[in-house]
């Protein structure tokens, strides 16, 4: 995702080095936990690491696939699958719909920056 870069609210995480493509890497940021993704184009999409359906924090250790031109995360625990891009869960298994926050990713110069998350969907 390009976007600015803003000082006072985006927070420098790592480097594109740190990432495996389609590997997920959970992040702290504000006490609050990050799943950050690498696609296999190189962008670099950042969700809530909270599973809405568990309680627990494992989104980052989720299964990433695609449905269509739509990459997703399959949760580990009861495999609910989410769009990376709008955090709208596809496959809820049953459940009432949730959503994760996004959190807008940045990259300058291989570093890449988080800034503060997007509301959340249904």
Known sequence: MSLAIDAA???QVC???D???ERGRAALIDGQQVALFLLSDGTVLGVDNLDPFSG????????VGSRG??????????KQVFDLRTGECLETHGKP???????PVAI???TVYVGPPESTGP
């Open 19 to 21: 990432l495996e493509v």
């Open 97 to 103: 719909p949730a959503a994760l926050r996004v959190w």
């Open 9 to 11: 609210t985006h927070v």
């Open 69 to 78: 031109d739509t990459p997703t995360v399959a949760s580990p625990l009861h």
């Open 108 to 110: 300058d110069d291989g």
């Open 56 to 63: 627990a924090h494992v989104i980052s250790r989720g299964i």
């Open 15 to 17: 480097t594109i080095g």
